[in-house]
């Protein structure tokens, strides 16, 4: 069992950056892959970012490739997203993932992960 507690978000203005930390717990949390999605008033959840449970391997929406970078520390049992040169587009509720997977790809379907967080809101003016 994983609970994923998020923290980090704000109201920030165009071009500004934020850091979302995602704080696990379960003795396991390095056999996880770990995930941030994104939900805009009115749209589906879409995939943002993931890393492997070694670090070594992310994956990125094309959407926020290049400004934002995923990382993690399996001894703080906590995942991060530093956001940068924000738009508004990026306005959003984020929720960090997470499902027991060890390959270098664990996927970006909503439906394969098991855990959760109640997410963050990230609000980004123009």
């Known amino acids: 069992q994983v609970q994923l507690i998020e923290s980090g978000g704000g109201l920030v203005q165009a071009g500004g950056s934020l850091r979302l930390s995602c704080a696990a717990s379960?003795?396991?949390?390095?056999?996880?892959?770990m995930a941030w999605f994104r939900q805009a008033p009115g749209k589906e959840r879409e995939f943002v970012a993931a890393?492997?449970?070694?670090?070594?391997?992310?994956d990125y929406a094309d959407s926020v490739k290049g400004r934002f970078t995923v990382s993690r520390d399996n001894a703080k049992n906590a995942v991060y997203l530093q956001m940068n040169s924000l738009k508004p587009e990026d306005t959003a509720v984020y929720s960090c993932?997470?499902?027991?997977?060890?390959?270098?790809?664990?996927?970006?379907?909503?439906?394969?992960?098991?855990?959760w967080g109640q997410g963050t809101q990230v609000t980004v003016s123009s």
């Open positions: 379960g003795r396991t949390f390095s056999r996880y892959y």
């Open positions: 993932a997470a499902r027991p997977c060890t390959l270098g790809w664990c996927g970006r379907n909503t439906y394969s992960y098991d855990y």
């Open positions: 890393i492997t449970w070694s670090g070594d391997n992310t």
